[in-house]
Structure formats: structure tokens, C-alpha cells
């Protein structure tokens, strides 16, 4: 459905400290529309976008919406929510963010960027290529990008860089041109109920990369490599460190600041054989093979190599991706979004390569009572190359049904599988009190989860530095 917006409308966005909803409010606050918000809490995002002069409500009310004209809902708002229900029963407009974002960026070549892990990351690399390539896109980023310390970006170009969500199923309702598929992983069962139907949704998306464009995919992914033998169509490019791959990882160098590798080009007909010693600001083969896709992209659209390697070298990174937040003495403090199994052993892995002799203490937040319920052992498996971990209370998210779940024992479970040492805690201030009491050498300490973790270490730090 087209959307036609009058000057006069007032987008009211339900859910607007969203990472998604607030790129798409400012995205569209930029453009010249009247937005505001609501959400239950203040946050980063919140700060953000009252800085960019967006109204934001904090608590669902009535009231809120008294001059909204349209409504803009995230999928994490429940169906009873007031204000939702309110503006059923005013008969506005309201749209899915995944539907509004969809119209706003149907008159622009997009890049859409999706997978279960690794496509902020993805997503930020692309657009700072284009960016450093003069060529302006609008970015729409689920992290902020530390080059110009947002999650959104309204360019004057005609290209779109879009990280989707795939969450909800809306990643399917986005115009594409190009895309990057980069992994596929038993997550959002909650939404899809099983995995062959969220493998089927990928499959869907892959097949609409229009003749003109083309699908870039990693082919280093299991589920990723099945999926490509039942596709209808060929119009895709393969990467990774896989032989058969079309653009292959290569002669890989890692150390504490950055990666270097070699891309070896295996395309018929190509001018390029292979592009030497790229360097990136970032550690382990998950980021190596997410900067290999977006420099897929980028030799697509014709930037020339020097460009990309340029602003690959210039790349600061995305905040929440092992960000160090403070350090005391020689104990250094990182933070990190992954909260997932595969995100989990990706980083410590990564660390470990690097930090080889640190002692590697895991502060874990678990996010969802579902998410451990149905990833229970995995989670259990994922901390082998760390030497201790913390365990946090589950981050609710506002789930409310516990599935009987036990710190104590998923701690224990987590000591056996993953032969680790385990501490349980049970908020903020246990963890403060653990760091000044058990923290005496070099440690280095990475907190993980994508609720509240990342506000206790910051403040954490203020208080003890």
C-alpha cells in the first residue's frame, strides 16, 4: 500500500526507543514529517531523538495520541497496549514499522541487509564504504555507527543501506536491489514456531533480488548451503572462507586492533584474481566475513578497490560490538550485544585468538526466558574459551511466563558443558561488589547480553574509576 502524508499529518511512533523505530523516526523527521513517540523507558535511543527535536512521551497513554493523525507500531508493542487500542478505536492509520519503512524507501536502490547474526555489523561496513565513496546513502542501521554516532542517516543519494528484521517477518515487505544474506540460525522461533519456516522466509527473500540486482550470500553457512540448492533463480554471488566460494577469504592475520586478509576472486570472467592485504578494525571470521560482503557490494556497484580498502581502514566500529567502556589499571571492560549462542562463541573465540594468555571473564545477561529455554544447551556449550563467567537474572523483555527456569542450574549446567567456573548473581550491585573484591590482575571482561547489562557496566565504571 502507497502512503500519501500531508504536511499537516502527526506521526506518533508506539515504541519509539526501539532501535528500528527510532532510526525509521529520524529517517522521517529528516525527510520534513511531524513525528513523536512514545515508550516505557529512557534510553540511548530516547536521548537521540529528543536531541534531534522529536517529541517522546515516556509511559503508554491516551493522551499521547490526542493530536497524533497516523500511528507507526513496533512489533514488540502487545495487542492490549493502550495507546494501540486507542487509535483502533479512533480509526487512525496504523502501520507496521516494517510496512512504513517499505514506503519510505521504495523510491531508492536499496541494499537490504538481513541474517540471524552479523548484519548491523554488515550493514554499517556497507554504508560507510558508500559514504566514503561520496556516493550520500540513507542508512537505516539497527546499532549506532561511530562515524557519525547514529543508528540513522538521510543522504542525498540514491542509494539506501537497510539493516532488516527479520523478526518479524518484515524484512520480506523491503524493495531490494541488492541484498546480503549473512547466516541463518534457530532464532526468532517464537515468531516463525519452527525452523523450516524461517528458512523458507529466507528463501523467499533471496528469490525477489531483481534480474537487475543480485543476492550475496555466505557460503560458509550450513543452513545457507542448503538453502542455495533449492533456489529458483542463479542471480546470486557466494563468499567465506569455503573453497567453492566466488569470492574467497584468504591468507587471514589477526591481532589485537585489526584483521588483514586476501580476497581471491573465482569468477568467470573477472578483471580482478584477487585483492591483497585488506585491513579491518574489527576481530574474529565472523567480522572478516561480514567486511568480505560488504566489499562484494561494493565491486558490484563499481567503487574501486582503493576507495573500499580506504574506508575499510577508516571503519570506527558500532557501538555494543566489543566496545570498550573503561578500564581499571591493567582490567579492561568491554561490552557487547551478542546474546545468542553463536554470537557468544564468536566473540570470546575471537578474543581468545587474540588475548591469548588474558583471563577472559564473561559477564552474561541472558535475554528472554524463551530464548533459554529453547537454546538451553547451547548456551551451555558457548563459553569454553572463557575462564569464568557471571551469570545475570534473565532480562525479561517482557515476557512474564519464567518456564520454571533456575539461575542455579543453568549455571551449573553452563560449569559442566562448557568446563568453566560460574558465579551467579542477582543484580547491579552483586556485580560491583564481585569487581572490587575478585578483580586483581589483568583481567579482561566482556559483557553480554542485549537488555540492561550494557547500562550496568557503564555505570558500574562511573562509580568505580
Keep these: 500500500m502507497k502512503i500519501n502524508i500531508a504536511s499537516n499529518e502527526i506521526i506518533h511512533f508506539i515504541g519509539i526507543g526501539g532501535i528500528g523505530m527510532s532510526g525509521l ?10 513525528v513523536q513517540g512514545s515508550d516505557l523507558n529512557q534510553s540511548k535511543n530516547t536521548e537521540r531523538l529528543i536531541k534531534s527535536q522529536i517529541k517522546v512521551y515516556f509511559g ?6 490526542e493530536t497524533a493523525t497516523m500511528v507507526v507500531v513496533s512489533s514488540a508493542v502487545k495487542k492490549n497496549n493502550v495507546e494501540l487500542k486507542y487509535a483502533k478505536n479512533k480509526n487512525l492509520p496504523i502501520f507496521k514499522r516494517g510496512d512504513m519503512l517499505a514506503n519510505i524507501v521504495a ?3 536499496n541494499i537490504v541487509i538481513t541474517g540471524s547474526h552479523g548484519k548491523t555489523t554488515t550493514t554499517s561496513l556497507v554504508a560507510n564504504i558508500l559514504l566514503e565513496s561520496g556516493l550520500d546513502p540513507t542508512v537505516i542501521n539497527g546499532g549506532v555507527i561511530n562515524s557519525f554516532k547514529n543508528t540513522a542517516q538521510l543522504g542525498k543519494g540514491e542509494w539506501a543501506v537497510i539493516e532488516s528484521d527479520e523478526s518479524d517477518g518484515s524484512f520480506l515487505k523491503l524493495p ?3 541484498s546480503i544474506v549473512t547466516n541463518i540460525d534457530k532464532e526468532h522461533l517464537d515468531y516463525y514456531r519452527n525452523f523450516k519456516k524461517l528458512k523458507k522466509s529466507f528463501l523467499k527473500f533471496i528469490e525477489k533480488t531483481p534480474s537487475f540486482g543480485k543476492s550475496v550470500i555466505c557460503s560458509d553457512n550450513y543452513h545457507l548451503k542448503t538453502l542455495i540448492n533449492n533456489l529458483k533463480t542463479s542471480n546470486f554471488l557466494t563468499y567465506g572462507f569455503s573453497k567453492n566460494s566466488n569470492y574467497q577469504i584468504v591468507n587471514v592475520k589477526k591481532n589485537i586492533h585489526s584483521s588483514i586478509f586476501d580476497l581471491k576472486v573465482n569468477l568467470r570472467g573477472s578483471k580482478i584474481d584477487a585483492i591483497k592485504k585488506i585491513k579491518v578494525n574489527l576481530l574474529g571470521d565472523h567480522n572478516i566475513r ?3 560482503a560488504s566489499i562484494v557490494i561494493a565491486l558490484n556497484l563499481g567503487i574501486k578497490i582503493e576507495k573500499i580498502k580506504k574506508a575499510l581502514k577508516k571503519f570506527l566500529g558500532i557501538q555494543r560490538r566489543f566496545t570498550k567502556v573503561f578500564s581499571l589499571e591493567k582490567r579492561e571492560f568491554f561490552d557487547d550485544y551478542a546474546h545468542h549462542p553463536t554470537e557468544i562463541k564468536a566473540v570470546i573465540n575471537s578474543v581468545r585468538e587474540v588475548y591469548k594468555n588474558r583471563k577472559i571473564i564473561c559477564v552474561f545477561q541472558p535475554h528472554r526466558y524463551s530464548r533459554v529455554k529453547a537454546l538451553k544447551n547451547e548456551f551451555a556449550l558457548s563459553f569454553k574459551a572463557s575462564n569464568e563467567v557471571i551469570l545475570c537474572p534473565v532480562y525479561s523483555a517482557g515476557e512474564k511466563i519464567k518456564y520454571n527456569y533456575d539461575q542455579n542450574n543453568f549455571g551449573k549446567l553452563i560449569s559442566k558443558k562448557s568446563n568453566t567456573q560460574v558465579i551467579n548473581i542477582k543484580n ?4 560491583k561488589n564481585f569487581i572490587k573484591k575478585n578483580l586483581v590482575n589483568d583481567e579482561l571482561v566482556i559483557c553480554m547480553g542485549a537488555g540492561s547489562i550494557s547500562n550496568w557496566i557503564r555505570q558500574i565504571g562511573d562509580e568505580l574509576k
Design 25 to 34: 523516526a529520524q529517517i522521517m523527521k529528516n525527510i520534513g514529517f511531524t
Design 60 to 65: 503508554h497513554h491516551k493522551k499521547n495520541l
Design 107 to 109: 523510491l531508492k536502490k
Design 176 to 178: 531490494i536491489t541488492y
Design 290 to 292: 561480514n567486511t568480505a
Design 428 to 431: 547491579q550491585n552483586e556485580l
